[in-house]
T-cell receptor, first 115, second 115 residues
Framework: AQSVTQLGSHVSVSEGALVLLRCNYS??????LFWYVQYPNQGLQLLLK??????LVKGINGFEAEFKKSETSFHLTKPSAHMSDAAEYFC?????????????FGQGTTLQVKP | ETGVTQSPTHLIKTRGQQVTLRCSSQ?????VSWYQQALGQGPQFIFQ???????GRGNFPPRFSGLQFPNYSSELNVNALELDDSALYLC??????????????FGQGTRLTVV
């Protein structure tokens, strides 16, 4: 069975600082992994995805994530935070046979960006 | 290319009532998945419809039911509403259940409040 754990429900950084949001997964099969962002009162927008190609994945808005099988991790990073990055971030793993419609989400991490 | 649209955006119902939520999938997609997102939580998978048939279900009681129509739009029905059903309901569309890593696109959600 698949599961996702996001370490830290709230992360606060200063504008211009490094953003690091942590995600660990558990999967009995090679996983597909995703990071989604959710702004207040909105749906989910895909930031990036890992689908067994390159382990370093680049996404939108300057975000990237590295798949580390040995650590079962898929942490999200951005070199320099912007005020507009403040939002809720969700890590997710796909369901059986890579079904990306059946996603198992973590509890989410709220990113606060201070001026 | 049209995105995923959900209606209504907000809804208030009384405990014990029934509710129907609607989702129009993205053009070219044949799979719709429904999620429940309680306040402060990650989305939880309810069920998925692929080519008008249920294709997997999460840990939700039978009073949560759904339909998918020939044009691949979908409905989520909830009977005998309970207070704990208050949540944001998200619809996601994808192609062929998303194998191979094709991403799921989310609608903006329907906020259901049960009083």
């Amino acid at each position: 069975a698949q599961s996702v754990t996001q370490l830290g429900s709230h992360v606060s950084v200063s504008e211009g600082a490094l953003v690091l949001l942590r995600c660990n997964y558990s999967s009995s099969v090679p996983p597909y992994l995703f990071w989604y962002v959710q702004y207040p009162n909105q749906g989910l927008q895909l930031l990036l995805k890992y689908t067994s190609a390159a382990t370093l994945v680049k996404g939108i808005n300057g975000f990237e994530a590295e798949f580390k099988k040995s650590e079962t991790s898929f942490h999200l990073t951005k070199p320099s935070a912007h005020m507009s990055d403040a939002a809720e971030y969700f890590c997710a793993v796909s369901g059986p046979r890579g079904n990306t419609g059946k996603l198992i989400f973590g509890q989410g991490t709220t990113l606060q960006v201070k001026p | 290319e049209t995105g995923v649209t959900q209606s209504p955006t907000h809804l208030i119902k009384t405990r014990g009532q029934q509710v129907t939520l609607r989702c129009s999938s993205q053009s070219g997609h044949n799979t719709v998945s429904w999620y429940q997102q309680a306040l402060g939580q990650g989305p939880q998978f309810i069920f998925q419809y692929y080519r008008e048939e249920e294709n997997g279900r999460g840990n939700f009681p039978p009073r949560f039911s759904g339909l998918q129509f020939p044009n691949y739009s979908s409905e989520l029905n909830v009977n005998a509403l309970e207070l704990d059903d208050s949540a944001l309901y998200l619809c996601a569309s994808s192609l062929d259940g998303g194998p191979g890593g094709t991403e799921a696109f989310f609608g903006q959600g329907t906020r259901l409040t049960v009083v």
